[in-house]
């Protein structure tokens, strides 16, 4: 995949910089992330650390004029007063760096990237030492960061790896971060799900927004009652694209409303007659338990996030 734009370029050639230099940023929570920035009445960023992990403002000193106006040209950074901010971020995973939308991430098309991500790249690891047919075809459905076509696509080398999103940010990102890993077998594409692509998958992974968003972005809602809406679409609309032994993975969120999991009863039907063999864990029982004082979440005793894995036997 190589890169188009000259701001992407100059996204990239950060990126490389940042790497080389052994920058290294575990993206927490939002809470987190905010709880942390409280601390300082008045959050200047000392090093790029500051500026691309925790989002904090900075004072131009901290670049050379060349390169500030170069990032700014990029739209990598913008000026607020007298002082600066980053558009992005850039996290740590498996010592590769991925770049994503800065904190917070409250625009529509912001592109997301945190715990849930390491969660998700722990999932496709496990599947990928399980797995010991050949993988010619894989993808990822809303691939947001790419991290998860960049985790596939190095560990298969012979793969065509396949990231398709609806957010042009994300496709943008992906593209960076898959050059940034040398994962040159990942091609980006815009796509609603898989209605713009085209065959069968030996391995489909998604990672949806399964939140219950009262605003309703796209990169944290799920839609439905409780946020399930999308996952169980991903399910409906991949199980028909998957090759003879080939396998979907699932790692997405459920509110679970008196002791019940919304998620797991729609699919059921989706993959009961035999034709499949399926698995379904509970990573984690209780992620997001701040999203329980909001209105849409007034049922729901709890979130858990969890791995749905299904291959195709028949």
């Not at 959050?43 to 904090?56: C, E, I, N, T, Y």
């Not at 170069?70 to 007298?82: N, T, Y």
């Not at 864990?281 to 791995?307: C, M, N, S, T, W």
């Amino acid at each position: 995949m190589s890169l188009q734009e000259t701001s992407d370029r100059t996204l990239f050639e950060l990126g490389k910089r940042l790497q080389d230099s052994g920058y290294r940023f575990i993206t927490p929570t939002p809470l987190t992330h905010e709880r942390v920035c409280q601390r300082f009445a008045s959050p200047l960023a000392k090093d790029l650390r500051d500026v691309f992990g925790w989002s904090m403002p900075f004072a131009s000193e901290l670049f050379s004029a060349d390169e500030l106006g170069k990032l700014e040209q990029a739209g990598i950074i913008e000026q607020q007063g007298s002082l600066w901010r980053s558009n992005v971020r850039w996290s740590t995973l498996n010592d590769r760096l991925f770049v994503h939308s800065a904190f917070p991430t409250t625009a529509n098309d912001a592109v997301f990237f945190g715990p849930d991500t390491y969660r998700f790249a722990r999932a496709i690891q496990a599947q990928l030492q399980q797995r010991f047919a050949p993988i010619k075809r894989a993808v990822d459905i809303g691939c947001g960061s790419g991290a998860g076509a960049v985790i596939m696509a190095r560990a298969r080398r012979e793969a065509e790896v396949l990231a398709v999103d609806i957010n042009p940010q994300a496709l943008r990102m992906t593209a960076v971060n898959a050059e940034l890993a040398g994962a040159d077998n990942v091609s980006a594409y815009h796509s609603d799900l898989l209605a713009s692509v085209e065959g069968e998958f030996d391995l489909i992974i998604a990672n949806p927004p399964y939140m219950n968003d009262q605003h309703q972005r796209a990169y944290r809602h799920g839609g439905g009652a409780l946020g399930e809406g999308l996952s169980v679409r991903i399910v409906r609309e991949a199980l028909p694209r998957l090759t003879l032994g080939g396998t979907l993975l699932v790692y997405t969120g459920v509110a679970i409303q008196a002791g019940q999991d919304p998620f797991l009863e729609a699919i059921k039907p989706l993959v009961a007659g035999g034709r499949y063999a399926w698995t379904y864990e509970e990573l984690d029982p209780d992620v997001f338990g701040e999203e329980l004082v909001k209105p849409e979440y007034a049922l729901a005793e709890r979130i858990a996030v969890v791995v749905l894995t299904v291959t195709r036997e028949q």
